[in-house]
């Protein structure tokens, strides 16, 4: 497994993407439109070289053939919506899965460009968990960024936002996103069986690592578990984005 992005939902990208690029010095590597997926999205890497995470904005279009975003926004407004994770089998995975006592939804294997399955929260801990496999050849992150804009990654649809929003700040680097749990427990078991982490325990929170990135559980007094924030180096205040808070390392 690899952990490829966080996403998040907006209703309007605008404002959102010139947060990420100005304030965080994000840069956009790919996007597009999924005919018929009721999402158009782009990818803003926040970080350098090896370093950072993804963040996936997703925002509803052409949703008379599917009003998922919609509905989810309207429920709760601009906030997280799901992890990806990739696999270079997502056969196996499906089986794994299955022998393990979880039963992905949604799952489409028909186009080998973008074969997917996801866990519902109520057995992904607090978050709509994506699985995925393609069969698209992929640079590494490094040679991606070095590469831009040439090596912008264009799918279905192509480029949908306005360049003139794409304003490049100074480079911070995405170190984890981090979930409130009032069951840490139960969360590293998921996170250790159903997803295969690399993990290491602390007093009040467990990281769970995989290529691509970090996942922290921290205690929480909460509910539910849910995105809590994501922390990031080199960011001097926290930021509210896209309904989603950005808080600087500690």
Do not use: C
Request: no cysteine; glycine share 12%; charged share 25%.
């Amino acid at each position: 497994m690899k952990l490829d992005h966080v996403a998040i939902g907006v209703s309007d990208h605008r404002e959102i993407l010139r947060a990420l690029t100005r304030d965080l010095g994000g840069l956009v590597i790919s996007g597009g439109q999924p005919p018929g997926s009721g999402f158009r999205a782009m990818q803003v890497r926040i970080g350098r070289g090896t370093g950072g995470m993804t963040i996936e904005l997703l925002e509803p279009a052409d949703t008379e053939h599917n009003d998922f975003l919609e509905r989810f926004l309207a429920a709760g407004g601009d906030r997280p919506h799901h992890v990806t994770f990739k696999t270079d089998d997502i056969e196996a995975e499906l089986a794994r899965l299955r022998s393990i006592g979880v039963e992905p939804v949604g799952t489409d294997f028909r186009d080998p460009g973008w074969q997917e399955m996801f866990i519902h929260p109520s057995q992904a801990h607090g978050t709509v968990i994506q699985i995925a496999q393609t069969n698209v050849p992929e640079p590494s992150m490094q040679d991606r960024l070095e590469g831009l804009p040439e090596a912008l990654w264009l799918y279905d649809g192509g480029m949908w936002w306005d360049v003139d929003v794409i304003l490049e700040g100074e480079p911070t680097s995405m170190r984890r996103a981090v979930i409130e749990t009032p069951d840490r427990a139960a969360g590293d078991r998921f996170y250790r069986q159903v997803l295969g982490s690399d993990f290491e325990p602390g007093v009040d929170h467990t990281d769970h690592r995989w290529p691509g990135g970090v996942i922290r559980l921290v205690d929480a007094d909460v509910e539910r578990p849910r995105v809590g924030w994501i922390e990031v180096d080199g960011l001097d205040v926290e930021l509210s984005v896209g309904g989603t808070l950005f808080r600087p390392v500690r």
